[in-house]
């Protein structure tokens, strides 16, 4: 654990998912320059939180009972993990998902700039009818990130922003509420048609939530064998076409569709809904990969891994969710996955599981698959 002392906590934050030997704190600069800022100017009425990925923000301000609005189911564990390791009370703060509706009204909102801008977005709209045009609005990111695109989203949303100066890389927006125009509306969810003659349904903070990505594409040439499975895994399901296609394939196999974010598993839901598929035969779950699942109960993982966590870039998730598939598949399953050529997945998959088969490949793409023998 590390510290963060701040104007109104001493922490000992965690990022999640543990690991060992981390190296990366569960806070950045901007965390603390949006801290310093209101330890000067205080706290006041009603808080929301937007996007906390440790709880760095909302644990300091846990005095205050903040809402903590996210799409991140393990946001809102590791806000709950940090809050149990620093003795605050869990009940002090709210854990919002993206997919539940926001109520009353805000005096103080709090944001981290996401990265996908389509989200941003959609959060601004929805939170435009729940503030007030004396709400202090303040948002935080490291300067890299704040783009002319983030700060007009801004702008065009909710109203007139400045920025700070920079300090240690960091900045903040300052937002005075307009409530004198009313911006566009939402354009999700989005409905796309796909191979196979299916379609998606489509949420703001979904993988490729306005086109089927190439990588999909070539990963649904080649999904599966002329086998039979009792149960497949869509992992890391976003909108759920991995999962939908396999089980427009094989209608008897019960399919469980898991993802981090609440956007992705209620896209799977609706599409499966959208697509007449059976009603006992899909699972939907939020979790942090395949946390908790039990040993022995898979005949199938499919994975199209992701390789960011927020801003941070490498495959430690896509370990992660090899190690996990190697533990939830029966002996004989199968793990099959979809990445860039260049990520080196084979050397993962024959250290877990003793080695691995080419399914296909062309000059971007490789769809590699795994046994799992004992």
Known sequence: MQQFN???????????????????????????YLLEHLGETG????????????????????????????????????AIHNAQHNGIATDSFQCLASTEPLQGTFDHVLIRFPKNLSWFE???????????????????????????????????????????????????????????????????????????????INHANVFS?????????????????DRHYDNIVDLGCGNG?????AASRHPDSTVTFVDESYMAVQSARESWQANH?????????TNDCLTDFPANSADLVLCN???????????????????????VLRPGGELR???????????????????YRLVASDAKFVILSSTRHS
């Not at 598929?277 to 779950?285: A, H």
């Open 6 to 32: 701040t104007p109104f906590q001493s922490l000992t934050l965690q990022r999640l998912p543990l690991r060992n030997r981390e190296t990366l704190r569960a806070w950045d600069a901007a965390d603390e």
């Open 43 to 78: 706290v006041s009425g009603r808080v929301m939180i937007l996007n906390d990925s440790f709880g760095a923000l909302t644990l300091n301000l846990a005095t205050y009972s903040p809402v903590l609005y996210s799409d991140s189911w393990l946001a809102h564990q590791s």
């Open 122 to 200: 959609e959060q601004l709209l929805r939170l435009r009818p729940h503030i007030h045009e004396n709400t202090q609005i303040v948002a935080a990111g490291m300067a890299k990130y704040i783009h002319t695109s983030t700060l007009s989203l801004l702008e065009k949303t909710l109203g007139p922003t400045r920025t700070s100066l920079a300090r240690k890389k960091a900045r903040l927006a300052f937002v005075t509420f307009d409530s004198s125009f009313a911006p566009a509306k939402s354009s999700f969810p989005k409905t796309l048609s796909m191979p196979g003659n299916l379609i998606t």
């Open 209 to 225: 939530r306005e086109k089927l990505d190439i990588g999909t594409r070539f990963f649904l040439e080649h999904l599966l064998d």
């Open 241 to 245: 076409i991995l999962g939908l296609t």
């Open 277 to 285: 598929l059976s009603e006992d035969k899909g699972r939907f779950i």
């Open 305 to 327: 891994p992701p390789f960011h966590q927020g801003e941070t870039i490498g495959d430690h998730i896509a370990r992660r969710m090899f190690k996990q598939a190697h533990h």
């Open 337 to 355: 996955i979809v990445g860039n050529r260049h990520l080196n997945y084979h050397t993962r998959l024959k250290q877990l599981f003793g080695g």
